[in-house]
């Protein structure tokens, strides 16, 4: 085991499946020479060469369709957006031509592909640079979501996300990269599709992602300590492909859900995981399910107004003192 | 038909009945499948090429097997061009469970992997960097393959094109833009709203790039401007940017009959379609009316042949709607 940070996990992540395939190659605004604006690429174009890792022009539709043509004629494109919010200036490659051409040609075309991103708050970047894009990306059939939480699972999912032969979005948490971690020596792949419980409890479930894991955690021990409230916490790790069934189990314990999510409220991912709860585990509930989210507004830039808008590790215990106590 | 007075062609005479055979096939079945939308056959959509099959024939006789296509929702041309069979594209046009995309992707997406048809794509501008996405990766895997991409006048305004030639010049990626100009965006006169004169010409100078202006109903001189545009790119020498000067004999899909444009225009160019006169041409230069008269019957039979072959097809089933969004054929987001 070697401790490295979730920022340095990417790089190694990358560095490991370049080492084993030739075919994988990486792109981006300033991705090779600098290494990366938030140094998530360091070290790869001194070792691979400006052949495979290249860097772009501020061209966000050229740098995604580049990566989709590229990946129609057998490479591994891995592509970075430098901020998860320039989604919106290449939609078109990501929803119409991305996730929909294997469908649309019955099967012809693979798309082994990655898209690479800088996500969420933390920076105080304001509104166009801190967005939890991961729930715009899970609504289109065709585009599998990861968002890994800690050093360990960021290299091993970025490996697997970049083997697997369909597009994956990797959202990498920007108020994570300095976040030291566990990371297993040699090679590490940590499946997709696969959540997992990283605190075991009896009395209710808080499903997370990314960076709300942490947040998760912290509140469930402040839950144990200061309100004998003992809270399981999910990891959920991959969005799509959903792991239904670590949530349907847990609920089958637990009787009580919780979802924290830092985007804003309409249409988060929480609120497809509560509609299957409320589809195939309503009868192991003995509450309302309740979603913790941004409220539904844009993100603030100030300090104090960022950490009122995304969940916080106090109002993840309010909240669930609040409804324990309500349902009491 | 023939004109006594037709410059002879100049290419060989293989490759100018392979040229004119390619125009015929796009134009008759393109005609019979007009007739089927209005007979209710053909569903949806449909954006015909009529008038404009030179471009496609020239760079198909220039290209090499493996090399790539690209194209828009106008892209029936440049499907067949390159050696896609008729049934399944009708097949396709009709919702059939035999047609080239499995009834899933319609008029607008043909694709043919299999014979290098890497997609038809109906979002204006898309296939630009995707094209070029393929170049790059020919040029990573030193495959000496070239990628070919048609798009519209309309499509020299928006972001895509500048995006994905300006990274295409940077990266000298092996890679042919060509622009039919057939004179209109959609029902607007491509002039009208455009600030240069030349669509895409007028644009290649910002990317270092030759200004080439070809004649698209010459099918002789875009095999010349293909043949030198893929040997360059080929050769590593970086992409072109070619301007085919068209015009669609109809309106810009099924619905419009076009009739925004002066009668006296169509009629000029009608009187330039391409396949008579590169008909005449091949008869000036000694190729017997016998010989086009057989290519004519034949692509006739082939036409009649495919249709009735997909009006036997069945439509597709439910058990085919939720396959091929993953790898692994299936659908599944969750567990």
Known sequence: MAELTYRAAIAAGIAQEMDRDPTVVLIGEDVGAAGGVFKLTEGLFDRFGPDRVRDTPISEQAIVGAAMGAAMTGLRPVAELMFSDFFAVTW?????????????TDGQMSLPLVLRTANGAGLRFGAQHSQSIENWVMAIPGLKVVAPSNPGDMKGMLAAAIRDPDPVIVCEHKALFAEKGEVPDGEHVVPLGQATVVRVGADVTIVALAAMVPRALAAADRLDA???????????????????????RSVAKTSRLFTVEENPRVGGWGAE????????????????????????????????????AVPSVERIVATVKRRLDDAR | MAQTTATPARVDRDTGLAM?????????????????????????????????????????????????????YRGHNHTLARGVPMAPVLAELFG???????????????????????????????????????????????????????????????????????MAVVWKAPVVFVCENNQYMEYTPI??????????????SAYGLDDIVVDGNDVEAVYDVATTAIARARAGDGPSLIEALTYRH?????????????????????????????????????????????????????????EAEARAAPEPGADVLETQVWADGGSAWRN
């Open chain 1, 92 to 104: 078109d490659m990501v929803v119409n031509q991305i996730a929909k051409a294997r469908y649309m």
């Open chain 1, 226 to 248: 200061e309100h004998g409230i003992d809270a399981e916490v999910i990891d959920l790790r991959t969005l799509i492909p959903l792991d239904a069934q670590a949530i349907l």
């Open chain 1, 273 to 308: 995981i509560v509609s299957l709860v409320a589809d195939e585990g309503f009868y192991s509930l003995d509450a309302p399910m309740v979603r913790i989210t941004t409220p539904h507004i844009p993100l603030p830039s100030a300090a104090a107004l960022e950490d009122l």
């Open chain 2, 20 to 72: 004119y055979r390619t125009m015929q096939e796009c134009r008759l079945l393109e005609t019979r499948a007009q007739e089927l939308f209005f007979e209710g056959l053909v569903r949806g959509t449909t954006h015909l090429g009529i008038g404009q099959e030179a471009v496609a024939a020239g760079f198909a006789a220039a290209m090499r097997a493996d090399d790539y296509t690209f194209c828009t």
């Open chain 2, 96 to 166: 059939r469970a035999t047609g080239l995309l499995g009834g899933k992707g319609g008029s607008m997406h043909l694709t043919s992997v299999e014979h290098s048809v890497m997609g038809s794509y109906a979002i204006v501008g898309a296939h630009l960097p995707i094209a070029l996405g393929a170049a790059w990766s020919a040029q990573y895997r030193k495959s000496g393959q070239v990628a070919v991409c048609f798009f519209g006048d309309g499509t020299t305004n928006i972001g895509a094109f500048h995006e994905a030639l300006n």
């Open chain 2, 191 to 204: 002039g009208a709203v455009t600030a240069v004169a030349r669509p895409a010409a007028d644009r290649a």
């Open chain 2, 250 to 306: 109809g309106g810009h899909s099924r619905a419009d009959p076009g009739t925004y444009r002066p009668d006296d225009e169509v009629a000029a160019w009608k009187a330039r379609d391409p396949i008579p006169a590169f008909r005449a041409r091949l008869e000036a230069s000694g190729v017997e009316a016998g010989a086009l008269d057989a290519i004519d019957e034949a692509t006739r039979a082939k036409v009649a042949e495919a």
